[in-house]
């Protein structure tokens, strides 16, 4: 267990004498204490995550919760009038894909897989050889 999670433990075992304490002394249940300091945490804890979200909506000149894209295309470039590369940017990393009629193909070699979806694209049937062209 490291010092922070002890640190929490022990104030919440020390709030919980000093609920039972003040409980006992002033003659109030200590269920209806509990509820109204759980009650006054929790409200402050909203109030404190409504002013953060706002701060960091203001510093980001968006809205609180807007995320980055996490699939955008970087660059793209037609090869022919149906076939083209694209460079794609997905969860931080990017890719280098050949995109053309039915298919989609990742051409460069990457130390970590790349998500499922990206490696599901069909390639070109082998019977298919291109007209005028080496087979």
Known sequence: MNASVKVKLLAASLLVLLLAAFSQRSGASAAVVARVVLG?????????????????GARMGAGPFQLPPRLS????????????????????????????????????ALPSRPPAQARAGRRPSPGRARKGGRP
């Open 40 to 56: 006054v945490a929790a409200l402050g804890g909203l109030a404190l995550w409504m002013v953060r979200a706002r701060q960091s």
């Open 73 to 108: 295309i970087a660059a793209r470039a037609g090869l022919s009038a149906r076939t083209g590369l694209a460079l794609v940017d997905a969860d931080g990393r990017r890719y280098l894909v050949a995109y053309g009629d039915g298919f989609a193909q990742l051409l460069n």
